[in-house]
């Protein structure tokens, strides 16, 4: 990934936050220390989607970018957030074309 494609995802991530907080679900705390130790896909059994999005999505990208470190070779976190999202009353569509458009960086 280039360097302007790292700016862009770190943009990117904070359109995220910026979407979670338009829709009332970004958090001031973390979960639990005990809620990091699942081994479940996006931690479903131990955090609800947005509370992940925030916690460990947004947060380990950011570590990965700050640190000069190798990023993942692929992310598809859009068709999780079109399912989790889906019973929501909110328009959760801004935040999942964010999504969609980090995961476009990695194809």
């Known amino acids: 990934m280039t360097e302007a494609e790292r700016q862009y995802l770190q943009r990117l991530l904070r359109l995220v936050e910026r979407e979670l907080d338009a829709l009332g679900y970004l958090g001031s705390r973390p979960p639990a220390p005990e809620a ?28 990965i970018l700050e640190g000069g470190h190798s990023l993942p070779a692929n992310c598809a976190v859009a068709p999780m957030a079109e399912e989790a999202l889906s019973g929501l009353e909110e328009d959760t569509e801004p935040l999942t074309e ?3 458009e980090i995961d476009a960086l990695f194809e």
């Open 36 to 63: 990091f130790h699942s081994e479940v896909p996006f931690f479903a059994d131990t955090m609800v989607f947005t509370d992940w999005l925030q916690w460990v999505f947004v947060a380990r990208f950011r570590a």
């Open 98 to 100: 964010v999504l969609r």
